[in-house]
């Protein structure tokens, strides 16, 4: 269906193949036991918490921060009751690292629930930033705000599941101007308004025992959109998320044609995959079939046709 040219496609001619070659297959990992739903990153243990304070959570935040991916296919991820969304048009990448470094390091997740650092600690996501304490707008010893999401301050009036969402999109802000700083030849600031760069992003993401690399994808060389997926795989098996990029094309005019939005590919499923899409805040299914042909917008990848960059996972050193 797309009738014009990407720009991924272009900078495929000119700077040669950048995708690493399917990796060497392995055994097929064992089924899930029965009942606990897709393999995904949900598994992982928060052996970093304390089990007394996962004890004081009820049982859905308790989830939210042991097993925040742990989400069925076409629901929304929460913290608290607040949707996990991008809070802008902008912060999409911002939003999938925050969620990847919330998925490896349940400290974040407790904070993003709770507004509580677990053991006094700050993931590095926090560092620098400005947190209220005590957090909870309803403590009678809290401050007189608390921070939205454009650093505005608000009044302490606003319900817990607000101050969440508030916290959320506070971590999406610092994440957005993190990864721009500097993204430009190594030196100067990336525009905000065109969101996250693949490789500011690589640079930030954050989940244990690895570091992530930016390729680029030329998706109409389908041999390589395997390989690709066949890192995808590798990677989700072994509990590893994946963010993605999406884009458009010429014929949607040239700002289609680069990569626009951000996707966390968080599990697989029979023929595909389970992918968090910011701008819904929710966890959509996307087929195999349909990376692999592209032929019209997609709704698990913000609703573009094509998928444009890839940051894969690499052993950290």
């Known amino acids: 269906m797309a009738s014009g040219r990407q720009l991924t496609t272009v900078l495929r ?8 070659p399917a990796p060497t297959p392995t055994p097929a990992p064992a089924p899930a036991p029965a009942g606990t739903g897709p393999r995904s990153v949900a598994a992982r243990p928060a052996a970093a918490l304390p089990e007394a304070l996962l004890d004081g959570l009820d049982p859905r935040r308790r989830r939210q921060v042991v097993r925040p991916l742990d989400v069925p296919a076409g629901h929304p991820v929460r913290w608290g009751t607040a949707a996990a969304r991008q809070v802008d048009g902008t912060t999409c990448g911002a939003a999938v690292l925050g969620l990847l470094a919330a998925a490896g390091d349940p400290r974040l997740a407790y904070w993003l629930v709770t507004g509580d650092l677990a053991d006094g600690s700050r993931p590095p996501e926090l560092d620098g930033l400005d947190l209220p304490d005590p957090w909870h707008p309803e403590d ?3 401050p007189g705000w608390f921070r939205t999401p454009d650093g505005r301050a608000a ?18 802000a610092a994440l957005h101007r993190r990864s721009t700083a500097r993204a430009l030849a190594g030196l100067l600031p990336w525009p905000r308004a065109l969101g996250t760069p693949p490789w500011g992003a690589a640079r930030l993401a954050r989940f244990p025992g690895v570091a992530y690399r930016s390729v680029l994808v030329d998706d109409t060389r389908t041999a390589e959109v395997d390989d690709l997926l066949a890192r995808v795989d590798d990677a989700l098996d072994r ?4 963010p993605l990029y999406s884009g458009g094309d010429t014929g949607g005019g040239l700002a289609a044609a680069v990569p626009r ?6 599990g697989r499923s029979d023929g595909g995959y389970r992918v968090y899409e910011p701008g ?3 966890v959509l299914g996307v087929s195999r079939e349909t990376l692999r042909h592209p032929d019209g917008p997609v709704a698990a ?3 573009w046709t094509h998928l444009t960059w890839a940051l894969l996972p690499v052993p950290r050193r």
């Open 13 to 20: 001619s000119v700077l040669g193949r950048s995708v690493p």
């Open 280 to 282: 819904a805040g929710a």
């Open 239 to 242: 509990g590893v998320p994946v």
């Open 301 to 303: 990848l913000g609703h």
């Open 140 to 142: 009678p010893d809290a």
């Open 261 to 266: 939005h951000v996707v966390l590919a968080v």
């Open 155 to 172: 009044h302490a009036a606003a319900t817990a599941d607000e101050a969440a969402a508030a916290r959320w999109g506070l971590l999406q």
